[in-house]
């Protein structure tokens, strides 16, 4: 069976070495050993006895600990798309879904219900640090076939997001980054190029060379990894800084000022507010009630703040990083999303800004870093410094998903649910490249179906999945000290009646199916059909089958995965 070592047994008089490597019968006293690594025994009746399978498809996973803190900072930051991306998206994101809200106050709202989660997998990260984190802790503190349905769900939702989001680099930044300079440089040929990229095969090609960058930085081992996750994190930083700093120093007149003809184009600032409520635009004010309503966007704003967890195994120091990285991660994103986004509305305008999301004159989108380039208009050097940490933001997130991915991969294959192929590490990287490669291909799939079809959008509903793994991970976390005393015996407050680490995973499991109810009954965060409903019960249907045929296979060849699930994995 693949990944079985050789196996050295102790001679007794009737036992010889066995293995699984090919050896012709040999015969000593009563036992045959044959190739397979079987034994007839004639004593018995030639009943045979081969060696049992160990309880994992290895003793160790084979991942090694080369992951800084700065590393696992990287992980959960890059999953967050903490920067230029995140004040764009998120402010182009709730000013379309729930105009009236104030975005700003979204942000706090969705920072304060996302603590719990982030301290939730601080503290089960440190205790039951594995590749796989929720899938794992699923697996062995609640019920087998419901943490591979978690995990299955999470590993479908992340490349279908990740296919997505290779559409939305090429349909939304490449012609926002073009656009710009075209306009700012008056050359119609970059203003053309951007335009291209709704066309088939421009749209095609843009896409794939997103994913196979991402596989590369994802799957090609730390020493690739780890820099280039750093140097696309000092960039973005860089830009985000700039783009304060342009709007720092800039005010409202500014910018009305710079766009009136900006590049060429004919248009004025008053043109595009009066062309938009031709179209029947009308402003709407801040309200309280809106504002309300967008509380899920700024949960969803903070996913992924914590899946430096699902990297555990390979990460050093884990007690220091597992803080630093979730903890981190949210409260740099959280500073990021409220300064640039209050920079921004204070310089474009909420009217405008409203307005521009529904009506657009500019090839290109009208988010934030489109609305910077006029005034920049005189300097290329500072629009460069801003559109590049925006062209790299999402290779940066979906190579740090894909990463992500790998690992989940890898546990359900290190627990035999998936082919054992699948948990190989490469010797010269250290990196389960195979299971890179698994992902590479689903997230091309999900790329063309969200490029060509409008299954994707409209029936996969990711944030749904991601707050039922982030409910069942965090109840992990409640009956972690009941089922598992020992481990949580070094975290704080283990000695309460309730111990603390039970109380935080509570808050977070209710804030978690909160947000899950959210994501099913909103349209604006998920797609909240019948249609989209059913796919999302078939994809966890679909993980419950995929569980009981691997058990009936695996049973056949004499590995019990009850067994697999009661012991914990190495890390």
């Not at 996302?114 to 039951?128: D, E, H, K, N, R």
């Not at 005393?485 to 995973?505: C, D, M, R, Y």
């Not at 059909?529 to 999302?536: G, K």
């Not at 009936?552 to 697999?564: I, T, Y």
């Amino acid at each position: 069976m693949h990944g079985l070592p050789f196996q050295k047994r102790e001679r007794t008089g009737h036992e010889v070495d066995a293995g699984t490597e090919e050896v012709d019968a040999i015969e000593t006293g009563s036992i045959i050993v044959r190739d397979e690594g079987c034994m007839t025994s004639k004593e018995s009746g030639n009943k045979e006895l081969c060696p049992k399978p160990p309880v994992f498809l290895r003793e160790a996973t084979g991942l090694v600990r080369q992951f800084s803190w700065l590393d696992a900072l990287m992980i959960s930051a890059a999953n967050i798309a903490v920067g230029v991306w995140t004040i764009s998206g998120q402010i182009a994101f709730v000013t379309s879904a729930d105009p009236g809200a104030d975005i700003v106050m979204s942000v706090h709202m969705g920072f304060l219900l996302s603590i719990p989660v982030a301290l939730t997998y601080v503290l089960l990260g440190i205790v039951m640090p594995r590749s796989g984190s929720d899938y794992v802790w699923a697996t062995r503190l609640v019920k087998p076939v419901v943490g591979f349905m978690i995990g299955w769900g999470f590993w479908i939702a992340v490349l279908g997001v990740a296919g997505t989001l290779a559409y939305v680099w090429a349909i939304v930044v490449l012609p926002t980054f073009f656009g710009s300079f075209g306009y700012v440089t008056l050359n119609p040929g970059l203003v053309n190029l951007a335009s291209t990229f709704s066309q088939p095969v421009p749209l095609a090609i843009a896409g794939l060379f997103f994913l196979i960058l991402c596989t590369v930085i994802a799957g090609i081992g730390g020493n690739v990894f780890r820099p280039a996750m750093l140097i696309s994190f000092l960039l973005i930083l860089l830009s985000t800084v700039v783009f304060m700093g342009v709007l720092a120093g800039s005010t409202h007149s500014d910018f009305v000022n710079a766009m009136n003809g900006f590049g060429g184009s004919g248009i004025s600032y008053q043109n595009i507010m009066s062309q938009a409520q031709s179209a029947g635009w009308t402003f709407a004010p801040i309200t309280w009630a809106a504002t309300i309503l967008s509380a899920p966007f700024g949960v969803f704003l903070f996913a992924g703040q914590n899946l430096s967890a699902a990297a555990g195994g390979e990460i050093k120091t884990i007690k220091k990083s597992m803080w630093l990285s979730i903890v981190g991660s949210l409260v740099i994103a959280w500073i990021v999303a409220v300064v640039g986004i209050q920079l921004s509305l204070n310089v474009f305008g909420y009217d405008f800004i409203q307005a521009a999301t529904f009506k657009w004159p500019l090839v290109g989108a009208p988010y934030v870093l489109f609305l910077v380039a006029p005034l920049v208009s005189g300097n290329l050097f500072l629009l460069a410094l801003m559109q590049i940490g925006f062209l790299i933001s999402l290779p940066w997130a979906i190579s740090a998903a894909l990463l992500v991915c790998t690992r989940y991969v890898f546990a359900f294959s290190f627990d035999r649910v998936f082919p054992s192929r699948f948990a190989d590490i490469s010797e010269k990287f250290h990196f389960p490249l195979k299971a890179a490669a698994l992902n590479f291909v689903g997230a091309t799939i999900f790329f063309f179906l969200a490029a060509f079809t409008p299954y994707v959008g409209l029936l996969l509903n990711a944030t749904a999945i991601y707050c039922l793994v982030w409910a069942i991970g965090s109840l992990c976390a409640v009956v972690l000290p009941f089922k598992k005393k020992e481990l949580a015996s070094v975290l704080p407050g283990s000695k309460w009646p309730i111990p603390l680490i039970s109380i935080i995973g509570l808050i977070s499991t209710g804030t978690m199916l909160l947000s899950l109810y959210w994501a099913v009954t909103t349209p604006a965060v998920g797609p909240s059909t019948p249609s989209a409903d059913a796919v999302l019960i078939t994809i966890l249907l679909v993980g419950l089958a995929v569980f009981y045929v691997s058990r009936a296979v695996r049973r056949r060849e004499g590995v019990d995965l009850n067994q697999v699930y009661a012991e914990i994995p190495p890390e």
